[in-house]
Every structure is written in structure tokens, then in C-alpha cells.
């Protein structure tokens, strides 16, 4: 588990199999409800389906039952992720000016988490850890390649929360406007926690620095909020955000539970505690 301190607070989830099957498994399934939903939805609204339809609708499929078996989850990975990356195509421009409404961020998002599933693979609660075949291998094998494949699902992992963070920021009143539309139990001066945490956790996994905090915030800040102002299930609209917003959650609870990779600041440090503690120990012993 690249870029993990000995002194995590978290270890003793790591080191056993018990907790953390049901986790990663928990995980991978919040990564595949959105390909789910664009299958039966938004896929039945098209009554002339085409060749490129239906090789997106076989790719996802495929993705998600490899991806939620753990069978072959590295492939699963790669295809969902050039599904969820394919759907930029037809979303036309990122739209940085509908700050309300856009979700092709999210997809971006939801592409770097899936770089953490192929890089770490799916857990203990899968058909590739009983056939011994979750060991890294190829690229997931090598440093030299894990860094910077890491490094760029940071990025795109926390894109969105800071061009929603600044969006904020620069638009607080059309946003509690917003938030009273969309549940108006909320208080509207929680905005201002939600810039706070879509500015430091992301900025402390971009950094990937106590990168484990920041993951665990972003992953509950996404499955709370969502929970708040995207649950109205009648409207499908709202059913992409809320099953988007899982899908975004769980690449970081695989960030949480692996860690940011070699190319961060964690990483860094531990490497550089023992040279520090044998120094101390030279030190004392002069």
C-alpha cells in the first residue's frame, strides 16, 4: 500500500482482511451504479440504437459485472473509465460557466478514481484475490510507472471540488438559493463548510499529504451532500448527480485505503523517517 506511514491511525483496518473486503467491495459497487443508470436510462430513451451504442452498452455491462465480481478488475477499471471519459464527447464543452448544473467534472472524477482501482486492484472480497491474480503486475508493478499514474488520478480526482469550491466562493448567494430549492431543512450558512471542504481536503490529496484525511473527508462530504440535495429519485436528473456523486466517493475510499502512491508527500516522508531515525541513533550513541 504505496505511500503508507507506520504510524497511520488507520492501520489496524489494513492489516485485516475482515474489514477491509467488505470495504473495497462496498467501494467498487458506489463506482458502479452511475454505468448502471446509463444503461437503463438514459440507453432506453434512444428508440434508433446504433453500433456505438451498443458497444458502450456491451463495454459497460462488461465493466461493471468485472469490476463488482473483482474478476479481471483492472480491465473492468479501464473500461469504465473510458466509458465515463467517452461521455465528455457528447457533453460538448466542460460548461465552466453553469456552475449549477454541469457534471462532466464528474466524470472526470470519477475517471482518476478508477486509475486507484487499476493501480491497486479490488481487495480481499474478489474472484482475483482467490485466484491469486490481485498481485500489481505491468505497470501497477512498477514505481517508476505508479508514480505518475497516481499523481494523475490525484488530479482529476479533485478537479471538481475545487471548481465547485471557487464556484462557491465567487457565487455564494445563487448557491444558497440553490440549496434552499433543493432542501430548503438545510441551513444555508453550511455553504460556507462546503468551500472549506472542497478547498483543504482536495488540496491535501493533490499535495498527497495526511492524504488519507483528505480522502475520507471528500468521500463523505460527497455521499452526505448528495444525500441532502440529490435525492429526489423521481427526477432522473437528479438520480446521475446522486449516483455520480457515490461513484466519485468510491475512488476515495480506495484512496483511503491504499494511499496517494510513490510521486506524494507521504510517500516522501516515509522514506525519509528511518535515514532520520538512524542519524538520531548515531547521534545518541556519539
Partial sequence: MGGNSQRDLFAPIWSSDALMGPFLLTARLFTTGIFAFYIFYVAAKIHAPGVLLDTAVAAQLAGIVLVALGYRTRLGALLLAACILATLLFRGELGLHNFLSTIAEKDVAIAGGFLFLFAYGPGALSVDRLRGADRPGGIAGSDALMGPLLLAGRILSVFVFFFFGVSKILHTPEIKAYMVRHNPHVPTN???????????????????????????????????????????????????????????????????????????????????????????AISVGA
Avoid at 226 to 240: D, M, Q, R
Fill in 190 to 280: 453550511l455553504v460556507y463548510l462546503a468551500i472549506l471542504t472542497q478547498i483543504v481536503p482536495p488540496l491535501l490529496v493533490l499535495l498527497g499529504y495526511k492524504t488519507r484525511y483528505g480522502a475520507l473527508a471528500l468521500a463523505g462530504f460527497c455521499l452526505i451532500a448528495t444525500s441532502l440535495f440529490h435525492a429526489e429519485f423521481g427526477n432522473p436528473s437528479e438520480v446521475e448527480h446522486f449516483l455520480l456523486d457515490f461513484a466519485i466517493a468510491g475512488g476515495f475510499l480506495f484512496m483511503f485505503a491504499e494511499g496517494p502512491g510513490p510521486l506524494s508527500l507521504d510517500a516522501w516522508l516515509a522514506r525519509a523517517r528511518p535515514a532520520r531515525a538512524a542519524e538520531k
